[in-house]
């Protein structure tokens, strides 16, 4: 992420070039699939006709211009908000009509955009809070503080996992933006999640947060899939497997970074389909 040769120019303008391999084949299958996902407000088709295939263990990038649907698409696939029409299977099952904290039991587990942390609670007490949610207990406050102290062991371990150890003790609103982002991630992997949505992990982040946080997600990735929606085409490039581009709440082009990278539908969507613009577009 940090140093090393500078990234390769080859495909669209502006856009890195793939720096890490590409996984092989997965031999089992696919995790997460739509057909046909559409949502309508009011007449305005915001995700339209979605069809999506997640392979099992692999990160799978969501991308395009603003408003192409991506976060609705996000919001439709963990149950914020349902489906005008379509399905969605997750590992076999129709969750299509299923509520949020009922996909969140089956292992599918999102992140959000704005960092969502308890403030006012410690950088401990907020993984504490996450497992005990994941042990049914979310709300049972009033336990004894020895009881409590027995999900300590637990969240320290994910707070290693994430970087965080040294700012356990620490209030999470005392954190700096990138950290809080860990914490998130700490506590959604206290939901124990065989599939994590991510949803613009490195946004508003400084460069070496950004490092960092490609850094966590990749570790956290080991033996989990991992779909996450991305502005920062370096992430993109130097975090997925596969790449799903939407505009304009349509799927406009699906494959590696190389190939979509290389799609000219996708440079007119990102860049115009003036040539002026496409040699105006930066280069970095």
């Known amino acids: 992420m940090q140093g090393g040769s500078p990234p390769r120019h080859d495909g669209l303008p502006g856009w890195p070039g793939r720096q890490t391999g590409v996984a092989s084949e997965d031999p089992q299958g696919t995790i997460l699939e739509t057909e046909g996902l559409t949502k309508e407000f009011r007449g305005f088709v915001a995700v339209s006709d979605v069809a999506l295939k997640v392979r099992r263990g692999t990160i799978h990038g969501l991308i395009g211009p603003n408003g192409a649907g991506k976060t609705t698409c996000f919001n439709l696939l963990t ?6 029409r379509g399905t969605i ?15 969140a039991r089956l292992g599918l587990v999102r992140s959000f955009q704005i960092s969502a942390v308890f403030p006012h609670l410690t950088v401990l007490e907020n993984v504490r809070v996450a497992l005990q949610r994941a042990r049914g207990g979310s709300f049972d406050f009033w336990r004894s503080e020895t009881a409590l102290k027995g999900f300590e062991p637990r969240a320290m371990e994910l707070l290693e996992d994430v970087g965080l150890t040294a700012y356990a003790r620490h209030t999470a609103g005392e954190l ?7 914490l998130e991630i700490a506590t959604t992997l206290a939901l124990e999640p ?5 949803d613009e992990p490195t946004a508003g982040m400084t ?13 956290v990735a080991k033996g989990r ?17 596969m790449i799903t581009v939407l505009t304009r709440g349509r799927v406009l082009a699906e ?7 290389r799609n000219e539908e996708v440079k007119a969507a990102y860049l115009g389909t003036d040539p002026a613009l496409q040699a105006e577009a930066p280069h970095g």
């Open 89 to 103: 299977r997750y590992d076999g099952r129709d969750i299509t009509n299923m509520k949020p904290a009922e996909v």
């Open 225 to 241: 899939t991992v779909l996450l929606v991305e502005h920062n085409l370096t992430v993109v490039s130097g975090l997925c497997d």
């Open 255 to 261: 494959g590696t970074y190389a190939e979509v990278s």
């Open 194 to 198: 065989r599939m994590m949505l991510l």
């Open 176 to 182: 700096p933006y990138g950290r809080k982002r860990a």
């Open 207 to 219: 460069h070496e947060d950004v490092g960092r946080i490609m850094a966590l997600v990749q570790r």
């Open 79 to 84: 149950k914020f908000l349902p489906p005008t």
